[in-house]
């Protein structure tokens, strides 16, 4: 098992930046991915960006967002920068093990005009 706990989050404004963190714990050995999932109300849960030794990003926050991973510390940052009202979310952190899907609880973003 893996637990994810997540730091950061907040209100914003339009244009500002904030960075949320995300450590692992729980298990022992690689985690293989990492990464963020945002989900706003009444829209599904989509990827925001990964680490599965390559990083991958949603086309919405290409160039604005920018993951980082330290795989000994068993953690994943999200920089995001120039956020819109859009970017309104709660961000969950994300992690596959062994092919299992493990998630945090969450932290609400949100971006106001």
């Known amino acids: 098992q893996v637990q994810l706990v997540e730091f950061g989050g907040g209100l914003v404004q339009t244009g500002g930046s904030v960075t949320l963190s995300c450590v692992a714990s729980g298990q022992t050995g690689d985690i293989d991915t990492m990464g963020w999932y945002r989900q706003a109300p009444g829209k599904q849960r989509d990827m925001v960006a990964v680490?599965?030794?390559?990083?991958h990003y949603a086309d919405s926050v290409w160039g604005r967002f920018t993951i980082s991973r330290d795989k000994a510390k068993r953690t994943v940052s999200l920089r995001m920068d120039s956020l819109k009202p859009e970017d309104t979310a709660v961000y969950y952190c994300y992690a596959n093990w062994q092919g299992d899907m493990f998630w945090g609880r969450g932290t609400q973003v949100t971006v106001s005009s």
């Open positions: 680490d599965d030794g390559a990083t």
